[in-house]
């Protein structure tokens, strides 16, 4: 069975540093895009930074600068780096994954979401 499993969430002043981590197990045949969402209370899930197979990378215009995503293929891990914390910021953070996960199947696969607060 696979899994998404996410940590890093908490709580930190605005201006601090978080890092999220989202490590895929189970059996797979391989690991395409990956990408961090994010949905705060009252508003759309939005996609916060993606990731391609390549190391290609885009973001939502309000972390340009802020957040940086990166991945280990061989740990089977993406991480989101989150610097100079905004109040705005605050959401619940959610990976996923494009994953090949039968030779016949490939499809888009979601954490349990993390909690991420920025509040003085």
């Known amino acids: 069975q696979v899994q998404l499993v996410e940590s890093g969430g908490g709580s930190v002043q605005p201006g601090g540093s978080l890092r999220l981590s989202c490590v895929v197990s189970?059996?797979?045949?391989?690991?395409?895009?990956m990408g961090w969402y994010r949905q705060a209370p009252g508003k759309q899930r939005e996609l916060v930074a993606a990731i391609t197979s390549g190391g290609s990378t885009n973001y939502a215009d309000s972390v340009k600068s802020r957040f940086t995503i990166s991945r280990d293929n061989a740990k089977r891990t993406v991480y989101l780096q989150m610097d100079s914390l905004k109040p705005e910021d605050t959401a619940v953070y959610t990976c996923n994954a494009e994953i090949q996960s039968r030779p016949w199947f490939k499809g888009d696969y979601w954490g349990q979401g993390t909690q991420v607060t920025v509040s003085s």
């Open positions: 189970g059996s797979i045949f391989g690991i395409y895009g």
